[in-house]
């Protein structure tokens, strides 16, 4: 009698529904019929020996990650840098300063989107860099990421648990942001205005009892009133360098 492949299940399921959880999760449960797929990028499932460990620690781990790159990044010690996509000069630059001391000693985490998290993989990409998009890995978004795109693939980790060819739907993201999360031992807004979607992952990290670092702004402004917040709600503040330094 045939027994029940669960690594060519989770593959065939996850291409079947664009990577949706709930639907690859009650497919299994229901253990539907599947086919045997090749496949033209590198994958690991839930069920396979070298999973990164950091996933376990979710609650809802992707069934599946594609990956392009080194997967034994996720291996070394891990820091999530983000922020807003209409970000300002100042955060470009304040960027740059913390990505310079943080890259001696951590692979910089960030999600490709524009602004503050496309600096923190330029500024990372001598050392190591990870990428977790919200699409498949042959989907570039934002197109301004084209660049870094091709970079990370090559020398770095890029890595989704959408299939090939998913498009960048918004409702990928917040939940794409919970695996930047794991993949960090700790995360640094670099800026983030009022109800940003910064703070979805901030969310996260906490979940995960996670140390949440802000850098602070001044009085009336409005680009960094998120991360007063966070500030104001126990996040540790960042000053100086020697303050990242410390991290």
């Known amino acids: 009698m045939n027994t029940y492949n669960y690594r060519e299940a989770i593959l065939y399921f996850s291409v079947q529904f664009s990577g949706n959880w709930n639907s690859i999760a009650h497919a299994l449960h229901e253990k539907h019929p599947y086919a045997s797929l090749e496949y033209p990028v590198d994958f690991v499932t839930i069920v396979d020996d070298d999973y990164p460990s950091c996933f376990k620690t979710l609650r809802f781990p992707p069934w599946i990650l594609f990956y392009q790159g080194d997967l034994g990044l996720l291996d070394r010690k891990c820091i999530a840098v983000i922020g807003s996509r209409k970000c300002s000069p100042r955060g470009i630059s304040n960027t740059q300063k913390v990505i310079s001391v943080l890259k001696e000693k951590y692979v910089i985490v960030s999600g490709l989107a524009r602004g503050i998290d496309q600096e923190a993989h330029r500024c990372s990409l001598k050392t190591g860099t990870i990428g977790i998009i919200g699409c498949g890995l042959n989907q570039i978004y934002p197109r301004s990421s084209a660049g870094l ?25 917040p939940w794409r942001n919970r695996l930047i999360a794991a993949a960090a031992d700790s995360l640094i807004v670099i800026e983030a205005r009022h ?5 979805i992952t ?46």
């Open 149 to 173: 795109y091709d970079a990370i693939r090559k020398n770095h980790l890029l890595l989704s648990e959408y299939p090939l060819n998913t498009p960048p739907l918004a409702h990928h993201f």
């Open 195 to 199: 109800k940003s979607g910064t703070m």
């Open 202 to 247: 901030v969310n996260e990290m906490l979940n995960l009892s996670k140390q949440v670092y802000c850098l602070a702004g001044a009085f009336g402004e409005e680009e960094y009133a998120g991360c007063n917040e966070l500030i104001d709600n126990g996040a540790k503040m960042i000053l100086t360098l020697e303050d990242v330094k410390e991290i």
